[in-house]
């Protein structure tokens, strides 16, 4: 069973950083696509940062592009998920998803929450203004 674990959300000024870190557990994880989701209060769920499992191919929502960075670690099975300039609208719930590709999908970035097979319980990220 593969489990994930979020870590480094927290309360934020506004235009600060934080580096938010998912550990994976289990073998193999240079086969899992990784993902970073959001939601907050009343809205729907919306995809923040998406990499693919060999790292070299990656994604970030409009929104957050230029301020957040996803990097993959294989030799410490851990996603990372950079951001700087936070704003309040990025106030929410960050989760973490893997998706595992048993085969082919080197750069195949996964896109939708509905793609992904495993999910973390999520930490919260607070901006004040």
């Known amino acids: 069973q593969v489990q994930l674990g979020e870590a480094g959300g927290g309360l934020v000024q506004a235009g600060g950083s934080l580096r938010l870190s998912c550990a994976v557990s289990?073998?193999?994880?240079?086969?899992?696509?990784m993902g970073w989701f959001r939601q907050a209060p009343g809205k729907e769920r919306e995809v923040v940062a998406a990499?693919?499992?060999?790292?070299?191919?990656?994604v970030t929502a409009v929104s957050v592009t230029g301020r957040f960075t996803i990097s993959k670690d294989n030799g410490k099975n851990t996603v990372y998920l950079q951001m700087n300039s936070l704003k309040p609208e990025d106030t929410a719930v960050y989760y973490c998803a893997a998706k595992k590709q048993n085969s082919g999908g080197y750069s195949y970035v996964p896109r939708s929450g509905s793609e992904y097979d495993y999910w973390g319980q999520g930490t919260q990220v607070t901006v004040s203004s």
């Open positions: 289990g073998r193999n994880f240079s086969n899992y696509a």
């Open positions: 990499i693919a499992r060999s790292g070299v191919s990656s």
